[in-house]
């Protein structure tokens, strides 16, 4: 499967965006999808998942309650709508799929990822 990521930008401190990952190449449904961000000199940490049926977002403490993930199958998009963005939310943002019915938040255990958006936030 191939993955696009898009919606990154620079917004300022408690602004929001929506990212999407639109993939395409295979069953969408097949596949766990998530977002993962890298800060610069950072390790690529977990953001968000969410299900293969939609069910079940999980997310990272540091975003729970600010970000939501959601999927739409029709499109075969991933979104990620990040709201009171944060100068600490800076980074590359990645998506990825994993083809298991098993939930993992470990990025090395994901199949294929996307290209990466970057986010800037101003304090």
């Known amino acids: 499967v191939q993955l696009q990521a898009s919606g990154g930008g620079l917004v300022q401190a408690g602004d929001s965006l929506r990212l999407s990952c639109t993939a395409s190449?295979?069953?969408?449904?097949?596949?766990?999808m998530a977002w993962f961000r890298q800060a610069p000199g950072k390790e690529r940490d977990f953001v968000s998942l969410i299900s293969r049926s939609g069910g079940t977002p999980s997310y990272a403490d540091s975003v729970k309650g600010r970000f939501t993930i959601s999927r739409d199958s029709a499109n075969n998009t991933v979104y990620l709508q990040m709201n009171s963005l944060r100068p600490e939310d800076k980074a590359v943002y990645y998506c990825?799929?994993?083809?298991?019915?098993?939930?993992?938040?470990?990025?090395?255990?994901?199949?294929?990822w996307g290209q990466g958006t970057l986010v800037t936030v101003s304090s």
């Open positions: 990825a799929a994993r083809t298991s019915t098993v939930i993992t938040t470990r990025p090395f255990m994901y199949n294929y």
């Open positions: 190449g295979r069953t969408f449904s097949w596949y766990i």
